[in-house]
């Protein structure tokens, strides 16, 4: 069945420092790809999405490119932001858009 | 313009006792689901609903009911709650075709003891 992996956490980094955190999905068709973020305490909000394949999503400095060929969508940032510590989820949609499934999360921390 | 709520936001429950958990959506949206949330496993769906009128089960249904009251609002009962269900519950609802993306209610934390 369809699913989602992506990298383990925590991960910390310091201000300014490159983000990446990887992310492949198994998926029978053609889903749509999602990263969202949660802060603590709070619900999932969408961060960026991309629907087809070659597609980049972006958003707040954010960026994932959707990778049919290595099933890829890998979350990027150039320089991440002490208020970019949260925990970032990545996550896919059947074409009928009525099963999602979604990553165990990545917990990123950045320090001053 | 206040999107997913969910009522409670946080509950306490003895083992055998039951709950409803309230969700509601105004964005129009014909999908609603319910995530289970706990630590090192990502969100697990319970049920969801696809229309008025219509629940499905997700990947881990047992031990909870659902029922989608009209296009706005999706109830989760628990008939028996086990401490299994501690856990962080939170609602969705869809965006339709093409882009299907998600929008999440604050979460209900229960507590089962």
């Known amino acids: 069945g369809d699913s989602v992996t992506q990298m383990e956490g925590p991960v910390t980094l310091s201000e300014e420092a490159f983000l990446t955190i990887n992310c492949t999905y198994t998926a029978t068709g053609y889903p749509s790809l999602f990263w969202y973020v949660q802060y603590p305490g709070e619900g999932l909000q969408l961060l960026l999405k991309?629907?087809?394949?070659?597609d980049k999503g972006s958003n707040k400095g954010f960026e994932a490119t959707y990778r049919k060929e290595t099933t890829s969508f890998h979350l990027e940032k150039g320089s991440v932001q002490v208020s970019d510590s949260a925990v970032y989820f990545c996550a896919l949609s059947d074409r009928t858009g009525n099963q999602f499934y979604f990553g165990t999360g990545t917990s990123l921390t950045v320090i001053p | 313009n206040a999107g997913v709520t969910q009522t409670p936001k946080f509950q306490v429950l003895k083992t055998g006792q039951s709950m409803t958990l309230q969700c509601a959506q105004d964005?129009?949206?014909?999908?609603m689901y319910w995530y289970r949330q706990d630590p090192g496993m990502g969100l697990r769906l319970i049920y969801y609903?696809?229309?008025?009128?219509?629940?499905d089960k997700g990947e881990v249904p047992n031990g909870y009911n659902v029922s989608r009251l009209n296009k706005r609002e999706f109830s989760l009962r628990l008939e028996s709650a086990a401490p299994s269900q501690t856990s962080v519950y939170f609602c969705a609802s869809t965006r339709d075709s093409p882009s299907y993306e998600q929008y999440f209610g604050p979460g209900t934390r229960l507590t089962v003891t």
């Open positions: 991309a629907t087809k394949a070659d």
């Open positions: 964005m129009n949206h014909n999908s």
């Open positions: 609903s696809a229309s008025e009128g219509t629940t």
